[in-house]
Structures are given as C-alpha cells and as structure tokens.
C-alpha cells in the first residue's frame, strides 16, 4: 500500500511558522525527519566499528530487504547499494547500472576523460542553457581532448527546441547531452522527443546522456524506453537529500573507462599494483578516490518518501498545484516563463517579475519561500508538502505585493540568490 500524499507533509522538516508556504524544492530540498537518526547511525558505525565499517555496516537503509542483507552493505560498497536499492527504482533502470557519486561535475569530467567517448566523434552537442557543470566542463575539456562543444542556441522564448539538437547531431557527434527539465524554465522535454534524440545519436555512433538533476524523484523515468546511455542527476533538490548525494545511471553493458581514475575505481585496490586496472564493474570505475561516505547516511531518507509514495502519484499532486498558478497566470501581474503545456512542464515554475531579488526577500518576510535569478525571474517549485491553500496563500500574497509595490523600498540584510 502506497503512503497517502497527505501524510508526507509532515515528514519533512519545514523552517518558519505553521502558514509558512516553502516552494524551493528545486533548489533545495526540505529535510527528512529521519535524518538525524541516519547520521546518529554513521556516529554509531564509526565509532563502534572503527575502520572495521568498511567492510561491514548494518542495514540501516533497508533493513528488511532480502537483496540487501546485512552482509553485503558497508562502506565499500554503499554506493553501489544506494545505486541498486533506491537510484535504479527511481529511473526504472536494471540491477548493477547506478551508483552514488559526489555531484554531477565529477559525473560529467569522468565522462569526457573516457576514451570511448572520445573515439565515436570529436563534438559534444549541448544546449546553451545546460547547467554550468556540464556546460564549463565540455567548453574546458576541449582543450584536453579535442572535442569540441556543438553549441545549440534556443529561440526567443527560451525553450529547448529538440529538432534543432536534432539537426546538430552528425557523423562527428561523440556525445549528446541534454536537461531532462531545463533549470531556467522548468521546461520537460517529452520522452518521445527524447526518445528521438536518443534514435538520432545513436545512428551516428554518439552516446546520449541525460541530465536529470531536476526530473528523477519528480516523476516515474523509464531509461530503457528514453533510450538514453548515460543518466546523471543529484538529490540535493526535490529528492531532499543533501550535498555530495548525486548519481549515475550506465546503459548495460556500455563500456567506458575514464582516465580520471582512484584507487576505488581499481580493480585490486588493495594490490596497490604501478599501473591502473580498471575495475570490472563499469560504475565501479566512477569512483575515483575514497568515497565520502557521511552524506550517503541519510542521502536516500528522501527517495524513500518518495517512492513509498509512488512517482505517479507525487507527479499528479505536483501538476495539480503548478496548475493553480497557471490558472491564475493570465489574470495576474507577472507572465510564466515555464510551459503550460502538461508534457512539457516539471514541479519548477519560473515567473517573470520586476525586481525579482526583492521580491524574493520581501516574500520571505511573508513567510513565502522562494528564489530569484537575474533579477527578472522568481521560481517556485510546489512540491510533495504543499498544499492547494498554500498555493492559493503564495499568489495571493505576490500579486498584492506586485500590485502594490511593497517590495520595490524594501531593503533587504541580503539580496540575490542563496544557491
Ligand atoms: C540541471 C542541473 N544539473 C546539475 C546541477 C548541480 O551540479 P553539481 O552536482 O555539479 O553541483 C544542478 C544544480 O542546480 C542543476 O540544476
């Protein structure tokens, strides 16, 4: 039986007062109740087990599980327990192909450092409004490599146009690289047109790998379907884990072995062998050095929510709070810059303002959580603890200060975005 959408308000820990209205999600997530109970638990193994946690911890994250008995869980291995145990049920992706990592950055530069990338093609297509840690990488790794970023601009109204990544891709394409949900828009990209370019680039030889920062744990993904090779993506923000909770997902059976390499990585890591030798378990070699292994403890306390909730079900309730603000959207004083269309809109919504930064801390004295970007734009993300009266409280509150112009002398301690 599914948890009821209702109760999963309470199991996170909301900052403010009883009608205080949080709709950062996608920026960062609320905290799980049972996350200070996770850490307790790492406190515990360390100081119990000394170096011994290693090799052997018990299962605190899925004590009843018959594939996750106690013996196969420790310190070694918790990143490919965690991939197995809650990322793959995420993504819809088989055993064996997902793996914890420490943020979409080293995800992405073991990527480009893989020969096997590097021997299908010498571009990388990417859109202009890919996330920096993507997009920095690429521009930074020609230099390295030779592959040159395949730069597709958007139209006016800032919207990924999926037929010209299409157009872009060709017999030089290594690899294309896509936002399933655009962080300055909220737009989704449909599984069909993704699908398509997935078709696209692997007619040429090229890989195709997904962004998912913004889309795994706001809605049910099916990798296999999308088509896609590699899916990368964090927990930090809808997932409501923390820093240092990202992951990836590798097709089965994809080989790569990036050159940035760790003793983790290795196949005997403790032969302490002169030469490197890949680990057999692809994902294995994404490890790099030792991992972090703290922030793992209560990484997936949100993702469990989550999924005992079920992805359909957090995706319905999300769509039905965006639409309140579309809805009133026409009427009101700001115009959305996110899609309306329900294939093609996430849980982030981004609204076009006058002075967005003060506005975002004049609502903060409200008691409405949101967040501004160039001073044009404030984002809010209803999320699994919001309610239809919160949304109705929010936009009643932002169209009054709109109207009014309260905002525009208030003179915030802090002004511009906090993450
Ligand atoms: C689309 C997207 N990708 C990646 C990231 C984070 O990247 P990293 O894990 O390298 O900090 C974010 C964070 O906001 C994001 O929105």
Same mark, same amino acid.
Request: hydrophobic share 40%; aromatic share 8%; charged share 20%.
């Given at each position: 039986? =599914? ?6 308000? @309470? ?43 290693? #090799?052997?911890?018990? *299962? ?6 018959? *594939?996750?008995?106690?013996? *196969? ?26 793996? &914890? ?35 920095? =990488? ?6 390295? #490599? ?28 290594? &690899? +294309? +690289?896509?936002?399933? /949900? ?16 997935? @078709? ?22 099916? /990798? ?41 990585? *290795? ?5 302490? #062998? ?6 057999? @378990?692809?994902?294995? %070699? ?8 703290? =922030?793992?403890?209560?990484? /997936?306390?949100?993702? %469990?929510? $989550? ?13 039905? $709070?965006?639409?309140?603000?579309? @809805? %009133? ?5 700001? =115009? ?13 919504? /981004? $609204? ?23 001073? %044009? ?6 999320? +699994?603890? #919001? ?14 200060? $709109? ?17």
């Amino acid at each position: 039986m =599914s948890t009821p959408i209702a109760s999963l308000r @309470d199991a996170f820990v909301r900052p403010g007062p009883d009608e205080a209205v949080e709709l950062r999600a996608f920026t960062h997530g609320l905290m799980p109740r049972r996350v200070p109970t996770m850490m307790q638990r790492f406190a515990e193994d360390w100081s119990g087990r000394g170096v011994d946690a290693w #090799n052997h911890v018990p *299962n605190h994250w899925q004590p009843a599980a018959t *594939n996750g008995s106690e013996e *196969n869980v420790g310190w070694w291995t918790l990143p490919m327990f965690l991939g197995d145990a809650f990322i793959a049920p995420l993504l819809g992706a088989p055993h064996g192909t997902c793996i &914890m990592q420490p943020h979409v950055h080293w995800t992405m530069q073991c990527l480009l450092s893989a020969p096997e990338v590097i021997e299908r093609g010498n571009e990388v297509v990417l859109v202009d409004s890919a996330f920096p840690s993507v997009k920095h =990488s690429v521009h930074r790794w020609q230099a390295l #490599n030779g592959l040159t970023p395949a730069v597709v601009d958007r139209p006016a109204h800032g919207h990924v146009d999926v037929e010209r990544v299409i157009d872009r891709i060709g017999a030089d394409t290594a &690899m +294309v +690289v896509l936002s399933h /949900v655009g962080f300055t828009t909220g737009q989704r990209i449909p599984d069909r047109e993704l699908r398509a370019v997935a @078709d696209a680039a692997h007619a040429q030889g090229a890989l195709f790998v997904i962004d998912g920062y913004h889309s795994a744990c706001t809605f049910p993904i099916q /990798v296999d379907a999308l088509g896609v090779d590699v899916y990368m993506g964090g927990l930090l923000k809808e997932g409501c884990g923390s820093s240092g909770n990202s992951f990836v997902y590798l097709r089965e059976g994809l080989e790569l072995t990036p050159r940035l390499t760790g003793w983790f990585g *290795n196949a005997e890591p403790f032969a302490f #062998n002169d030469t490197p030798q890949p680990h057999p @378990d692809v994902r294995r %070699r994404f490890l790099g050095g030792t991992t972090a292994v703290a =922030s793992l403890y209560h990484a /997936v306390e949100g993702v %469990r929510l $989550l999924l005992e909730a079920g992805l359909d079900t957090v995706h319905a309730h999300t769509q039905r $709070l965006s639409q309140i603000v579309i @809805d %009133r959207a026409d009427e009101a004083p700001f =115009s959305m810059r996110s899609p309306r269309d329900p294939d093609q809109r996430s849980t982030l919504l /981004v $609204l076009e303002v006058p002075e967005a930064h003060k506005l975002c801390e004049y609502l903060k004295t409200q008691h409405i959580y949101t967040d501004s970007r160039k001073n %044009r734009f404030l984002r809010m993300a209803p999320f +699994v603890w #919001n309610t239809k009266a919160d949304m109705h409280r929010a936009l009643d509150v932002l169209t009054e200060t $709109l109207e009014t112009g309260a905002h525009r002398d208030f003179a915030p301690e802090t002004s511009g975005p906090v993450t």
